[in-house]
T-cell receptor
Framework: NAGVTQTPKFRVLKTGQSMTLLCAQDMNHEYMYWYRQDPGMGLRLIHYSVGEGTTAKGEVPDGYNVSRLKKQNFLLGLESAAPSQTSVYFC??????????????FGNGTRLTVT | GQQVMQIPQYQHVQEGEDFTTYCNSSTTLSNIQWYKQRPGGHPVFLIQLVKSGEVKKQKRLTFQFGEAKKNSSLHITATQTTDVGTYFCAGRASGTYKYIFGTGTRLKVLA
């Protein structure tokens, strides 16, 4: 199994450009999450999804949009990138919220720089 | 909204010394998870605590969940260079679907 795959691994954008980050999981997980990681800030939740066709806002949703048209994919979009969105983005998924299947499985991350 | 604080932010120890990181939530948690992230890597799940006052051990690592289910700790006995990394707690409040991460504690072990 590939687990959680994020594409691309690296990207440099200019201010105002748009892009989409793709997260794909092959574990039939219901729950998917997008986090951003900045030095000294830990991981902050951007958006999450509790199942196909559903999305919800996390701690820092402004400037981002998401979609979960298929259960295995969770897309994160930046419509007009800003330097403040320079960060490492992690996607995570889990099968359930409780019990042995609740641990989050993370992708390898996307390092985004906005100039 | 739910906030999860973690202290200390950094810790440097000599190999063989003990290490503890503490996690405090602003709200009562349904469960808490601990993750380790190596430099340049992604967070990797260590353990989950669910019950009030729960204590779990993994070799040299001891995890505790507070009686009020609002705080937790991770203690490493006799640190080794392989323990280097950042340790995060992640708490989920009752009735919610989201895991909120603490700010992390970065551990450096000096040989």
């Amino acid at each position: 199994n590939a687990g959680v795959t994020q594409t691309p691994k690296f990207r440099v954008l200019k201010t105002g450009q748009s892009m989409t980050l793709l997260c794909a999981q092959d574990m039939n997980h219901e729950y998917m999450y997008w986090y951003r990681q900045d030095p000294g800030m830990g991981l902050r939740l951007i958006h999450y999804s509790v199942g196909e066709g559903t999305t919800a806002k996390g701690e820092v949703p402004d400037g981002y949009n998401v979609s979960r048209l298929k259960k295995q994919n969770f897309l994160l979009g930046l419509e007009s990138a800003a330097p403040s969105q320079t960060s490492v983005y992690f996607c995570a998924s889990s099968y359930s919220l409780t019990g042995d299947n609740s641990p989050l499985h993370f992708g390898n991350g996307t390092r985004l720089t906005v100039t | 909204g739910q906030q999860v604080m973690q202290i200390p932010q950094y810790q440097h120890v000599q190999e063989g010394e003990d290490f503890t990181t503490y996690c405090n939530s602003s709200t009562t948690l349904s469960n808490i998870q601990w993750y380790k992230q190596r430099p340049g890597g992604h967070p990797v799940f260590l353990i989950q605590l669910v019950k009030s006052g729960e204590v779990k051990k993994q070799k040299r690592l001891t995890f505790q969940f507070g009686e009020a289910k609002k705080n937790s700790s991770l203690h490493i006995t006799a640190t080794q260079t392989t323990d280097v990394g950042t340790y995060f707690c992640a708490g989920r409040a009752s009735g919610t679907y989201k895991y909120i991460f603490g700010t992390g504690t970065r551990l450096k072990v000096l040989a």
